[in-house]
């Protein structure tokens, strides 16, 4: 690291360059920092790559040319082959390093991972995040972190650059408040096409039912955010079906761990799983609620100018 007008430059390493891992990249590129950047698909760092970030091969060689490296991958299995894989962070020194992980996981693994990383001399914190693909681009999703007060102390420039911080203790608990977090939102989600479809079945245009809804007992991030995707018939692409069941998969291991009452959860489950099986994995979160409009022969479609979620600009390009 060096310092830059009385500002410390940090040489950040990014491992997961997807929708939403490229938004927070690129708003830590506009704090000024260098990339070092890594993905299972190489092109999806092209655009970074263009700008001056560096490449690196494995995560071995992020951790070793990084100060602070952060992850978003897929599930529990691909950030467990990032830090314990042949080419992972265990494989090489971390020492002094911090290591922030905003991947979607299970708190069971990612305690173990946590310790294994600090046993090596470095520091962890996770950070999964809560939003959508716009809050990513604008930098103010909300983050679940958790960790160590020096750790966290380390970290804080990089992650405020990245979203809302609200911490949540301990390392490994920003995982537990992103799954039942999850568990809500995804509860929300298909609840929101029952009433929608009950509504115009009964004679109350979507436009309609959407304006007296909002702002009371009905409320939600969903009811203000999703729905528009649903009136645009897109139903949000953005977050795929296959990434909500991988989801539903780790809250339905941390529910029976806790030996919770499950009987929303496992019906929310079940539905977005015929949401994929009847229109595929790469369809959009909110196919959930096409489900029950198709079994309706309705179309809760309505004229407006709904942007998309993905189009949103970062407020320095507004």
């Known amino acids: 690291m060096h310092s830059y007008l009385g500002e410390t430059i940090l040489k950040i390493g990014f491992i997961g360059l997807g929708n939403m891992g490229s938004a927070s990249a690129r708003n830590i590129a506009r704090g000024g920092h260098t990339l070092v950047v890594h ?31 952060f992850t978003m991958v897929f599930g529990p299995a691909d950030i467990d082959q990032v830090v314990r894989g042949t080419h992972g962070f265990l494989s090489t020194h971390c020492e002094g390093k911090a290591w922030i ?15 294994a990383f600090e046993a090596a001399g470095g520091l962890p914190v996770d950070s999964p995040v809560t939003g959508s693909i716009d809050s990513a681009i604008r930098g103010d ?13 380390l970290v804080l420039p990089v992650l405020e650059l990245v979203g809302v911080i609200r911490r949540v203790g301990a390392y490994g608990n920003g995982y537990v408040a992103k799954l039942v977090n999850n568990q809500l939102w995804l509860i929300h989600a298909a609840a929101i096409g029952e009433a929608m479809v009950t509504a115009k079945l009964a004679g109350l245009e979507p436009d309609v039912w959407w304006a007296a ?9 969903v009811m203000q955010h999703d729905v528009p995707s649903i009136f645009a018939g897109h139903y949000d692409p953005s977050f795929r079906l296959e990434l909500c069941l991988k989801d539903l998969g780790l809250i339905a291991d941390l529910v029976a761990q806790t030996g919770t009452r499950n009987e929303l959860t496992s019906a929310t489950h079940q539905r977005f799983a015929e949401a994929q099986s009847r229109y595929g994995k790469d369809a959009g979160e909110m196919t959930v609620c096409k489900v029950l409009e198709d079994d309706a022969g309705i179309d809760l479609r309505v004229a407006g100018d709904w942007t998309p979620h993905w189009e949103v600009r970062h407020p320095s390009e507004a």
């Open 213 to 221: 809804m909002k702002g009371g007992a009905a409320e939600s991030f």
């Open 101 to 115: 992980d905003m991947t979607t996981s299970s708190p069971q693994l990612m305690r173990e991972l946590g310790a």
């Open 39 to 69: 993905d299972i698909n190489r092109d999806a760092a092209n655009a970074f790559l263009a700008q001056g970030a560096q490449w690196a091969d494995t995560p071995a060689q992020v951790m070793d040319a990084a100060d602070i490296v």
């Open 141 to 153: 999703m909300i983050l679940f972190v958790g960790g160590s007060d020096a750790a966290i102390a």
